[in-house]
């Protein structure tokens, strides 16, 4: 959804919401109990308070986006939430304890719900703009990339390195491997390291050494720590 003035914009985003969803999950999926709940650092969420925001922003910035579309006005009243809201900030301490499959499961049922809200916002819907308390004036299209898919995104960067930094394995523990070749068709790259953090160290330095990657996306790192799996 890298412009949404192409056509069918409601279905470019509705799938890259599922993508990114299935991509949040299948950082999680592998985990065990212990590094889901545990927060690898003081002052940081644990992988399981994540998925709980996640659970909760989803659908209410589609539900947002699809209210800011419906307007027929001059695009300055308001719309949204800033990152200090209470029912924010709620919506993770109420759930910090729920079971991991309760919430996975709950996160299928909001995305499904959420991609057929972005599924019927009309083409013209996407260029409506409104008010943000801190970024201003912004369209349809904005909300949707910025506070849904980017945010997405991020989020599943940092529930998959909160499972990582929770699996340092002790010296004699079993080994990480990441086969690149699934990812990258053709490639019969192996990478092999002491821990999580270590085999996605070397997979960013293969990727720019022998595939031309100088960049690695948030959702990318996701996905190559998805399929790092114990030898």
């Given at each position: 959804?890298?412009?949404?003035?192409?056509?069918?914009?409601?279905?470019?985003?509705?799938?890259?919401?599922?993508?990114?969803?299935?991509?949040?999950?299948?950082?999680?999926?592998?985990?065990?109990?212990?590094?889901?709940?545990?927060?690898?650092?003081?002052?940081?969420w644990?992988?399981?308070?994540?998925?709980?925001?996640a659970?909760?922003?989803?659908?209410?910035?589609?539900?947002?986006?699809?209210?800011?579309s419906?307007?027929?006005?001059?695009?300055?009243?308001?719309?949204?939430?800033?990152?200090?809201d209470?029912?924010?900030?709620?919506?993770?301490?109420?759930?910090?304890?729920?079971?991991?499959?309760?919430?996975?499961?709950?996160?299928?049922?909001?995305?499904?719900?959420?991609?057929?809200?972005?599924?019927?916002?009309?083409?013209?819907?996407?260029?409506?703009?409104?008010?943000?308390?801190?970024?201003?004036?912004?369209?349809?299209?904005?909300?949707?990339?910025?506070?849904?898919?980017?945010?997405?995104?991020?989020?599943?960067?940092?529930?998959?390195?909160?499972?990582?930094?929770?699996?340092?394995?002790?010296?004699?523990?079993?080994?990480?491997?990441?086969?690149?070749?699934?990812?990258?068709?053709?490639?019969?790259?192996v990478?092999?390291?002491?821990?999580?953090?270590?085999?996605?160290?070397?997979?960013?330095?293969?990727?720019?050494?022998?595939?031309?990657?100088?960049?690695?996306?948030a959702?990318?790192?996701?996905?190559?720590?998805?399929?790092?799996?114990?030898?």
């Amino acid at each position: 959804m890298s412009q949404l003035a192409d056509a069918a914009p409601g279905e470019a985003a509705a799938n890259e919401l599922e993508r990114l969803s299935r991509e949040l999950l299948a950082a999680l999926a592998p985990a065990r109990d212990d590094e889901r709940y545990t927060a690898p650092e003081s002052g940081s969420w644990s992988a399981i308070e994540v998925l709980a925001h996640a659970v909760e922003f989803v659908p209410y910035w589609a539900e947002q986006a699809a209210g800011v579309s419906a307007r027929d006005d001059g695009g300055d009243r308001p719309f949204g939430r800033t990152h200090d809201d209470p029912a924010r900030i709620a919506a993770v301490r109420e759930h910090t304890k729920d079971r991991y499959e309760a919430l996975a499961l709950r996160l299928d049922e909001v995305v499904r719900s959420s991609a057929s809200t972005l599924r019927a916002i009309p083409r013209e819907g996407w260029t409506r703009t409104a008010v943000h308390a801190r970024r201003g004036s912004m369209s349809v299209e904005q909300i949707v990339r910025q506070f849904l898919l980017d945010h997405l995104t991020e989020h599943t960067a940092q529930a998959a390195a909160a499972v990582a930094r929770n699996d340092q394995p002790a010296e004699g523990d079993v080994t990480k491997v990441f086969h690149c070749g699934e990812l990258k068709e053709g490639c019969a790259e192996v990478i092999r390291g002491s821990s999580t953090e270590d085999v996605v160290a070397q997979a960013k330095r293969h990727a720019e050494k022998e595939h031309g990657h100088t960049e690695h996306p948030a959702d990318k790192v996701a996905q190559v720590i998805a399929r790092i799996r114990d030898e």
